[in-house]
């Protein structure tokens, strides 16, 4: 299992430090969570953060859009070059054009789902993307509590992988910690999402460890 910090629960005062800390402890990517503050009631940071963010870290950056407009806001943070840029389907009109716009930049598309949204949603576009990642919270907020039906998701959502791109990596943001990532793991999910988790712990290093099992 690999692990992306969400730095929404780092402190913001002390940003740099705090990414610079998860990357010596050990994370496999620093997530980067976007809101515009209206796809989502928050709004969160903007690309010259972001940009502070990228300097400071030394693994890759896992750029999460809770935002309307999704194309004028991967054109915005592409020039950071992150692993990875992930979209809500539930906001996207054109998620196969977005996707390919995404790759030409040299970036791995992913898409996202909410809670409510099924696996199958993004059946016929699996093919064309590297990950998807399911919310095990609604999005808008750090700190909810974990939805247990997303294993269940998961494990459905697995099954299409294989189906159809096995190569395509699961990840899941919300709740995680390590009593849930278990199940989570036994579902076939690839990267845990963990923001209060690992900022709240006392040990960046141990609670990272504790989620890569």
Known sequence: MKVAPSILSADFGNLARDVSAICDAGC?????????????PNLTIGPVVVNAVEKAATKPLDIHLMVENNTFFVE??????????SFHIE???????????????????????NPHTPPEKIEYILEDIDMVLLMSVNPGF???????????????????????????????????????????????????????????????KEAISSLQI
């Open 142 to 204: 750090g700190g909810q509590k974990f939805i247990p039906n997303v294993i269940a998701k998961a494990t459905r959502l697995k099954e299409l992988i294989q189906k159809y791109n096995p190569n395509c990596l699961i990840e899941v943001d919300g709740g995680v910690n390590d009593k849930n990532v278990h199940d989570l793991r036994k579902a076939g999910v690839d990267i845990v999402v963990a923001g209060s988790y690992v900022f709240k712990h006392e040990s960046y």
């Open 91 to 113: 906001e996207e009109k054109h998620a196969h054009r977005l996707i390919q716009k995404i790759r030409s930049l040299g970036i791995r598309p992913a898409v996202t789902l």
């Open 28 to 40: 496999d990517y620093v997530h980067v969570d976007v809101m515009d503050g209206h796809f989502v």
């Open 76 to 85: 915005l943070f592409a020039p950071l070059k992150p692993e990875f840029i």
